[in-house]
């Protein structure tokens, strides 16, 4: 009996799953844009150790 | 044993669709090379978005918006930079639909990038809004 309940709530819990899956997730494509955003156009510089500083060698 | 199993298949499907749910894939070679291919080209784009030559385009593209800003021996060049970037930035919509199994996102992941790249212009930069042109 309680086996039939869970697996009743189990096939409904997998349904929203693949009901969520459908939907593009918009919060984190624009989190990802932005930082592919950011290296492009390289507003952020993150590695400014990379070529920036010559004052090891002038 | 049968139900073990089933919980297990339940436990792992909800920690899957977290994964697919919360993220969106970025991180795949073809992705990698794109980026590198328009950081590079972005340093002889950036003086034709500040002259205004070229905007930021609705559809996420950049667009030749007034040729007479460049001198007419530098035409073609802006041109094929401009045709060489919306070919990149097409791959990229692309490869980013692919890379999360959704190639049918491309239109989508296409409009967040578009609204992105015209809310991150720099000032004085033009992007599309519509169908007219806006100076940031």
Redesign the interface.
Known sequence: MS?RI??VA?SL??SA??T??I????A??????????D?????REAQPAAESPSGSKP | MK?RS??GA?LL??S??AA?????E?DSPAIAAL?RS??QR?AQLAPLYASGAVGLAADGSVALRDASAVPLAQRAQASSLVAAENADRSA?YRE?ARANG?PE?ES??RG??A???AQ?AQPGWWVQQGSSWVQK
């Open positions: 086996l869970l697996l189990l819990s997998l799953c693949v969520i899956n939907y593009f997730p918009a984190a494509a624009e989190k990802a844009a932005d930082r592919i955003i290296e492009v156009w390289q507003l | 139900f089933l919980l339940a499907s909800l899957l669709s697919a749910q919360g993220n969106l970025v980026k328009m950081q972005h990229l980013i959704r996102w989508e992941v967040t990038f609204q992105r790249w991150r």
